[in-house]
């Protein structure tokens, strides 16, 4: 006897999720290869937010930004925020970056010289700053400290001096302030990570108190993981903090979220709404490059990618599948999950656009808005700063 969640109730759901796109996604990127530069991408934070404003104007779900800094830094963060607000959007997560200066070839915070550790502090410091100014309520840390070669440094002591800036920060947080720290099992160290894994983000947060929570970018994890069960534990331990959604078939690829395995992020997704994760304590935020495509529908598919697993992760009938479950009927608790997973929700993510006031098709509402070819035309030189600059 099916007790299918009825659709009223998933589009319930679904209207209140909110996915954080990142001002990086619509700036130029590539690989250390090749930036392909592509016509009428952002050359300030205010046009990054510009292209932002189309993407929740079209999909109606993705009304927060994450700003990257120094990428994004800006004399007047009120008027940013403002310039955001007046074009229906908020301020996100602030990322810190301490992985691009020459200072940093050793790593950061967990760099062997005590000044390059206080200089990486002083960055992480100011990001809270920023916080403060713009109504952030995240922090996002990832470091790509490491090290290239066994000996090179001290494996445990690059752990204490993690924790120890780790604790300055925490203590740095307001009250409504998060910190998420983010792991990533290699890149750009080869030998050892100094946050490679969902393990050692979750320990220095359990250290650190309830302002700190583990960040899990799917791009992160070597090849077979299984990272809905990383995320069901998190949430059961109140650890999770958000996602860095992204796509990939081999690395940290930064493809459009779904692209590659759209049966994991359904699972994903699963497990959120299993561990009541559905609220605004996680944070669904993308983190992508589109090197080779247009940016703004690729962010728009991106945000109907993560719904449309989030739709499937809805319609699972959870009576059906604890019976199953509890009665150790193996091909029964599977035909539950995979009957949610094979159902077409487009339509139903149709009438949920169409109910908001929204073309029930994004994409071909951006083509048809001519905004592309506005940009191409107005904004002609300069570069932004971020991986393309
Ligand atoms: C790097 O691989 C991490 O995914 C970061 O979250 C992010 O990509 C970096 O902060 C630059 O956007
Ligand atoms: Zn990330
Ligand atoms: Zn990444």
Redesign the pocket.
Known sequence: MTSRPDVSAVKAALRTQAIET?S?AYGNSGTRFKVFAQPGVPRTPQEKLDDAARVHEHTGVAPTVAL?IPWDRVEDYPALAQHAKERGLRLGAI???V?QDDDYKLGSVCHPDAGVRRKALRHLLECVDIMDATGSRDL?L?F?DGTNYPGQDDIRARQGRLAEALAAVYERLGDDQRMLL?Y?FF?PAFYTTDVPDWGTAYAHCLRLGEKARV?V?T??HAPGTNIEFIVALLLREEKLGGF?F?SRFYA?D?LMVGAADPFQLFRIMYEVVRGGGFTSDVAFML?QCHNIEAKIPAIIRSVMNVQEATAKALLVDREALSAAQASGDVLAANAVLMDAYNTDVRPLLAELREDLGIDPDPVAAYHRSGWAQKITDERVGGTQAG?GA
Request: net charge negative; proline share 4%.
């Open positions: 990142p990086w990257h990322n810190s970056n992985f996002k990832w790509s983010e990533k890149e960040v970018d791009g992160h860095d992204n940290d930064d983190d991986w």
